[in-house]
C-alpha cells in the first residue's frame, strides 16, 4: 500500500465572513447617529468616497474613528461609494 497518503484531521478553518451591504452597515452603525440629528445628514450630498474613507478611519470631531475589525477596508469602500452615489433620505432632513 505504498504511495497512500494520510490526511490529517484538523479543525476546519472557515471562510471570512462576507462583507456586509453598504445599506446595512449605514443602517446599523452610520444611520444611527447621521440619521437621527445627531449628526449632519450624509445621504445625498455626493461627499467625496475619499472623505468618507477619511472620516471614518480618522473621526472627526464628535464621530468615533471605526477600526478595520468594525468595517472592513472592502466594505468601507463599498459604503462610501453607496453615499456618494446615495440620494437624500427625506426622513433625514425632516426637523
Known amino acids: ?3 497512500l497518503t494520510a490526511i490529517a484531521c484538523g479543525p476546519v478553518i472557515s471562510a471570512a465572513p462576507k462583507p456586509r451591504s453598504p445599506e446595512k ?3 446599523s452603525t452610520c444611520g ?10 450624509i445621504r445625498g450630498r455626493a461627499i467625496p468616497p475619499e472623505a468618507v474613507v477619511q472620516f471614518v478611519r480618522t ?6 474613528a471605526f477600526r478595520q475589525t468594525e468595517i472592513s477596508d472592502q ?3 463599498a459604503l462610501a461609494q453607496w453615499l456618494h452615489a446615495s440620494r437624500a433620505d427625506p426622513k433625514e432632513h425632516e426637523q
Not at 473621526?59 to 468615533?64: F, I, L, R, S, V
Open 1 to 3: 500500500m505504498a504511495g
Open 25 to 27: 452597515i449605514y443602517a
Open 32 to 41: 444611527y447617529c447621521h440619521g437621527q440629528h445627531v449628526a449632519p445628514v
Open 59 to 64: 473621526g472627526p470631531a464628535a464621530m468615533p
Open 75 to 77: 466594505e468601507l469602500k
